[in-house]
Antibody, heavy 120, light 107 residues
Framework: EVQLVESGGGLVQPGGSLRLSCAASGFTSSDHYMDWVRQAPGKGLEWVGRTRDKSKSYTTEYAASVKGRFTISRDDSKNSLFLQMNSLKTEDTAIYYC???????????WGQGTLVTVSS | DIQLTQSPSFLSASVGDRVTITCRASQGISSYLAWYQQKPGKAPNLLIYVASTLQSGVPSRFSGSGSGTEFTLTISSLQPEDFATYYCQQLHSYPLTFGGGTEVEIK
C-alpha cells in the first residue's frame, strides 16, 4: 500500500527555519517525481515545489514565493523527501503536503499533511 | 504564470442533482489538467487527470472534459459523500497552479 507520512511541522518565529520530512512506503520514491503543496488556514491549495526522479538527477522547481528560501532534497536510503524552509515568513503558515506525482499528469497519493505556524 | 479560474466558487445542490464545475485557464494547457476533491481536515484526493481520465477507484458519476483553456468536472448524480471542495490543477508548465476551489454544499 502506498503511504506518505509528513512530519516536522510546528511553531517557529519569523526568520526561523524548519525542516519537513515525508516518509514514503509501498513504492520506491526515487522512481517518482514528488511535489510539496501547501494550504494556508481556510484557503486554497498552493504548489510549493517539485523534485524530479532519479533519472532526471532529482532536479527541482519552485514557486516564486519560496524560491531561494526553500530547498527540496531526498534520502534514497530512507525512501524520504525533505523540505528545508529558511527565512520563514508569517505567510508561510500552512499545512504542508507531500504528494507522489506523474509529470504533466497528476498527483495520485498525498500525505496527511503537517502544520507549520510562523508567528512571534 | 497560468491562472486557473473556477466557477462557481460556491454551489448549493441537492442529493441526486447533476453538478457542473468549470475551470478556465489563462492560456492553453492542452489536456494537462487534474481535478481533486478535498473534505475538511483531509488531504486532496485525485478524481480526474489529463482532463478526462477517471482515477482508479473513483465512482463513474464523476467525469471530466475539455482541452485548451476550458474544462469541466461533472457529477452526474450528487451523493451525500460528494459534499466537499473541488480544485483543478494545471500541470502544463511551471509554476504549477490550482484553481481557487469550488465548495459544494448541501441545499
Amino acid at each position: 500500500e502506498v503511504q506518505l507520512v509528513e512530519s516536522g511541522g510546528g511553531l517557529v518565529q519569523p526568520g526561523g527555519s524548519l525542516r519537513l520530512s515525508c516518509a514514503a512506503s509501498g513504492f520506491t520514491s526515487s522512481d517518482h517525481y514528488m511535489d510539496w503543496v501547501r494550504q494556508a488556514p481556510g484557503k486554497g491549495l498552493e504548489w510549493v515545489g517539485r523534485t524530479r526522479d532519479k533519472s532526471k538527477s532529482y532536479t527541482t522547481e519552485y514557486a516564486a514565493s519560496v524560491k531561494g528560501r526553500f530547498t527540496i532534497s531526498r534520502d534514497d536510503s530512507k525512501n524520504s523527501l525533505f523540505l528545508q524552509m529558511n527565512s520563514l515568513k508569517t505567510e508561510d503558515t500552512a499545512i504542508y503536503y507531500c504528494a507522489r506525482t506523474y509529470t504533466s499528469s497528476r498527483s495520485d497519493y498525498w500525505g496527511q499533511g503537517t502544520l507549520v505556524t510562523v508567528s512571534s | 504564470d497560468i491562472q486557473l479560474t473556477q466557477s462557481p466558487s460556491f454551489l448549493s445542490a441537492s442529493v441526486g442533482d447533476r453538478v457542473t464545475i468549470t475551470c478556465r485557464a489563462s492560456q492553453g494547457i492542452s489536456s494537462y489538467l487534474a481535478w481533486y476533491q478535498q473534505k475538511p481536515g483531509k488531504a486532496p484526493n485525485l478524481l480526474i487527470y489529463v482532463a478526462s481520465t477517471l482515477q482508479s477507484g473513483v465512482p463513474s458519476r464523476f467525469s471530466g472534459s475539455g482541452s485548451g483553456t476550458e474544462f469541466t468536472l461533472t457529477i452526474s448524480s450528487l451523493q451525500p459523500e460528494d459534499f466537499a471542495t473541488y480544485y483543478c490543477q494545471q500541470l502544463h508548465s511551471y509554476p504549477l497552479t490550482f484553481g481557487g476551489g469550488t465548495e459544494v454544499e448541501i441545499k
